[in-house]
């Protein structure tokens, strides 16, 4: 799978098969609800959806997986088997709630579960067993408000160090999530901007600061170290490749690893803003972009430890897919 399949594949975001594929379902985000699978093919991995509408095919023959659209072959791999929602790490939703109503995300109508420290312990346990697990990344929604939710995440990653694996967390950030994250023994950190365009960011998150959550990123840098801090940047929710790229430029010169991740209009999200996924076109010119301003600022996308930028499944990944 080169460079240009995988942006296909993400372009299109989904797959069917003829059976049932035992996927793992997602807690997170805008695809939460959903199952999807894992693809490998040559030192690329991409995640797909399942749906049966999907113009990809899944196939297995003679122990290969072939994806196929309109019976052309589009590429061949083996499918991998997540630890807990993607190989190699226990990537875990703690809550399944949220207070806020970011306009792509099913996460808050869906209003999941809140996962007990005991119950994550054993899934954890038991990808340790396994002897694959190389990371731990916590993931939260907000039940009652963000500093009640970094609380209950600071308190699990004390509890988690025992595995003595990186650990990184994404939340919504407070005043003292940085010094406290740190403190508990988090390596890494992840506050989700979801759109760079700051006239945009109102409707896309209605009740949450832009300019708070850049200034967390920011003050996060020097505590976890250039390279180590993230942000997820979703690409087409309405914004121009201009307003991405100077985006792009203001996180990596601060410091800040920008995921450029593909729009997923949810069912559940239908009609409340106007997501168009992007093209493998877009996608291909705006990861190069990332690519070239990441090099302008000396930081390396293979040096994270956590989270999306060492997963890779769900995005062109600078430093590991180009």
């Known amino acids: 799978?080169?460079?240009?399949?995988?942006?296909?594949?993400?372009?299109?975001?989904?797959?069917?098969?003829?059976?049932?594929?035992?996927?793992?379902?997602?807690?997170?985000?805008?695809?939460?609800?959903?199952?999807?699978?894992?693809f490998r093919s040559g030192n690329r991995l991409v995640r797909l959806a399942e749906d049966p509408t999907s113009p990809?095919?899944?196939?297995?023959?003679?122990?290969e997986a072939i994806l196929s659209c309109e019976g052309r072959e589009v590429a061949r791999g083996t499918l991998v088997e997540p630890l807990c929602h993607c190989p190699d790490q226990a990537y875990i939703t703690?809550?399944?709630?949220?207070?806020?109503?970011?306009?792509?995300?099913?996460?808050?109508?869906?209003?999941?579960?809140?996962?007990?420290?005991?119950?994550?312990?054993?899934?954890i346990t038991r990808a340790a067993a396994t002897g694959r697990l190389k990371a731990i990344s916590l993931t939260?929604?907000?039940?009652?408000?963000?500093?009640?939710?970094?609380?209950?995440?600071?308190?699990?990653v004390e509890r988690l160090g025992c595995f003595r694996v990186p650990i990184g967390v994404s939340v919504c950030p407070t005043k003292r999530s940085n010094q406290l994250l740190k403190a508990a023994g988090a390596?890494?950190?992840?506050?989700?901007?979801?759109?760079v365009d700051r006239d945009l960011f109102?409707?896309?998150?209605?009740?949450?600061?832009?300019?708070?959550?850049?200034?967390?990123?920011?003050e996060a840098v020097p505590i976890f170290g250039r390279g180590?801090?993230?942000?997820?940047?979703?690409?087409?929710?309405?914004e121009s490749d201009r307003t991405l790229m100077e985006g792009i430029d203001e996180l990596a010169e601060a410091g800040i690893l920008p995921t450029l991740r593909p729009v997923y209009p949810h069912p559940l999200r239908r009609g409340e803003l106007d997501?168009?996924?992007?093209?493998?076109?877009?996608?291909?010119?705006?990861?190069?972009?990332?690519?070239?301003?990441?090099?302008?600022?000396?930081?390396?996308?293979?040096s994270a430890l956590t989270m999306c930028y060492r997963c890779t499944g769900c995005d062109l990944v600078p430093g590991r897919d180009l």
């Open 1 to 38: 799978m080169d460079l240009e399949t995988k942006a296909y594949l993400l372009s299109v975001g989904s797959v069917r098969h003829g059976q049932h594929l035992s996927g793992e379902r997602s807690t997170a985000g805008p695809g939460a609800g959903g199952h999807s699978i894992f």
């Open 56 to 63: 990809l095919l899944l196939e297995r023959l003679e122990g």
């Open 94 to 123: 703690v809550c399944e709630r949220c207070i806020y109503n970011c306009k792509f995300c099913a996460v808050p109508i869906l209003c999941g579960a809140v996962k007990s420290f005991a119950s994550i312990e054993e899934m």
């Open 140 to 156: 939260s929604g907000v039940e009652v408000s963000p500093e009640g939710e970094v609380d209950r995440v600071v308190q699990l």
């Open 187 to 195: 390596c890494e950190v992840k506050y989700n901007l979801e759109t």
């Open 202 to 218: 109102p409707r896309v998150c209605p009740g949450l600061s832009f300019e708070e959550i850049m200034e967390a990123l920011c």
């Open 228 to 238: 180590h801090v993230f942000s997820n940047v979703i690409v087409g929710l309405g």
């Open 275 to 302: 997501m168009v996924r992007p093209g493998p076109e877009r996608l291909l010119r705006l990861a190069r972009y990332a690519k070239r301003a990441l090099d302008r600022s000396g930081l390396r996308g293979d």
